[in-house]
């Protein structure tokens, strides 16, 4: 009859999921993709807790080894990387606009490319001093591999933060867009850095070649799979045979992508957002309005599967005080990396970032949220014999960033937005009010936006209490001096084709 084991472990990871999700609802009211995996690790530590005092117990026990043994089991790298990714990046392209990609896809690159590389090797570089620091070195290379794993930020986390808060448009396509993109360029890096530490030959020409042979070709996959699917959508259709074929499109052309060697991420993503944008010309909004409801559904069922997975993970680490207050530095090492690589990119192009909104960059270095992606990497490669002596500190340290993320970049980020948009009801009060005076103090010009929308819904952003710009006080601070001349640098600071 066999021994039910996968039926056994789904129903647990099931109820532990329902659990978590539905404590984090009821009584943290965090964003799902925040609240979940610290509700997980915190009910893995009460588990743990409870089994040291039921050990010797005659009535009931807790075996840890064994629920250790079924965590060692799991495939994260395989569920994750090649399994769910594609739906969750599919579901995110078919509703992400071309028309918004078109007008942002200038900071989209640079935060996807240039920033992430950077981002990369400040890390490595502070993280190698911090070890060296306190008398445990780890080799260069493989504290780059760890910055190139922890470079992605996580659709579903940033999905999660920006919908429980009211932020600008043009801060919510950027954010989703580097999401959608970067994961391709991590994953690169990532598997040309795991080459360098296995001892294969290295040549920088051999690896941009091999970086513009996988962009190309999921390109054209994406493409081909794009317009193929467009030609299967046309005509009579139920709404499973709808779901059925925008699944084909997720998994087939991240399949295909895989076989071919190229970025299955890319891939994926090109292939939703050409069905995206494209099947509103013969689909009713009703339909188009389900399915993405359907996937919307299934993306937070991933999540909190997902998620919970991450907090199991924890049965398989030896968290000492020493890894501990390592992961809690090198969470803030990567936070400030994060900071000085966006502002280091975007100063290459002068004339693009002097046109920019401000706080744009702070709120999007501030946003990056990491997640499932940057776990499923280092789990994969943590036994790789080049990576075994550190294993500890590469699972560890990046479980540790991953949760610091959540909580830190994760439930600040509205309170780094107020510093810079105004919200009439932001906290005053209490540790709240405190933390946003603190975030307020990052607003070096001291003046903030407002978001409005006209009758037709187009949003506008205007500065708030413009005086403040145009309305200067005198010497002995009693008048006050109006120059007509700031009119014009208000007109520029609110003007819509900025960054």
Request: with cysteine; proline share 3%.
């Amino acid at each position: 009859m066999g021994n039910f084991f996968l039926l056994q472990a789904l129903t647990a990871v099931f109820t532990l999921s329902i659990a978590t999700t539905i404590f984090n609802k009821r009584v943290l009211g965090f964003p799902q993709a925040i609240g979940v995996p610290i509700v997980s690790a915190i009910f893995v530590f009460i588990l743990q807790w409870g089994a040291s005092l039921l050990n010797g117990n005659q009535f009931i026990t807790i075996n840890i080894h064994n629920i250790e043994s079924a965590v060692r089991e799991i495939d994260f790298y395989d569920f994750l990387i090649n399994g769910v990714i594609c739906f969750i990046l599919t579901s995110s392209a078919l509703k992400f606009k071309i028309s918004d990609l078109k007008n942002y896809w200038k900071p989209i690159s640079i935060l996807a490319t240039i920033a992430l590389v950077l981002c990369a090797v400040i890390y490595a570089g502070l993280l190698y001093l911090f070890q060296w620091a306190v008398g445990y070195s780890v080799p260069m290379s493989v504290l780059l591999l760890l910055g190139a794993a922890l470079g992605a930020t996580d659709p579903i986390g940033i999905k999660g933060v920006l919908s429980s808060i009211r932020a600008p448009h043009h801060l919510i396509v950027k954010l989703e867009g580097e999401s959608l993109f970067n994961d391709a360029m991590c994953i690169a890096l990532f598997m040309t850095l795991l080459k360098v530490l296995q001892g294969e030959h290295f040549s920088l020409l051999a690896t941009i070649e091999t970086l513009l042979y996988e962009i190309f070709v999921a390109v054209i996959i994406g493409f081909a799979f794009g317009f193929g699917i467009l030609r299967l959508l046309r005509g009579k259709h139920e709404m499973e045979s709808l779901i059925l074929t925008t699944a084909l499109l997720a998994s087939g052309s991240y399949l295909v992508a895989l076989f071919a060697h190229a970025s299955a991420p890319i891939a994926c993503v090109i292939g939703g957002l050409i069905v995206g944008n494209k099947w509103q010309e013969f689909r009713e909004q009703r339909e188009i309005r389900e399915v993405n409801h359907f996937w919307h559904a299934v993306e937070g069922i991933i999540n909190s599967f997902l998620f919970t997975l991450i907090g199991l993970e924890l049965f398989i680490l030896d968290l000492s005080a020493n890894l501990i207050i390592g992961g809690i530095i090198a969470f803030l090492i990567l936070h400030l990396s994060r900071f000085a690589a966006n502002f280091a990119a975007f100063a290459l192009f002068p004339s693009f970032r002097n046109k920019s909104y401000n706080g744009s960059l702070t709120i999007l270095s501030w946003g990056g949220v990491r997640g499932g992606i940057s776990l499923a990497l280092i789990l994969a490669v943590a036994n790789v014999p080049a990576l075994s002596p550190y294993s500890s500190i590469l699972i560890g340290y990046t479980f540790i960033s991953v949760l610091l993320s959540g909580v830190v970049c994760g439930l600040g980020l509205p309170a780094v937005m107020n510093a810079f948009y105004f919200n009439p009801n932001e906290e005053t009060e209490g540790v709240k009010g405190f933390y946003q005076r603190l975030c307020n103090k990052m607003n070096r010009r001291g003046f903030k936006y407002i978001v409005s929308e006209d009758e037709s819904g187009k949003e506008s952003i205007k500065i708030y209490n413009p005086e403040r710009i145009t309305t200067i006080k005198s010497d002995d601070e009693l008048t006050e001096i109006y120059h007509p001349e700031k009119v014009k640098e208000v007109e520029r600071l609110q003007n819509p084709q900025n960054f």
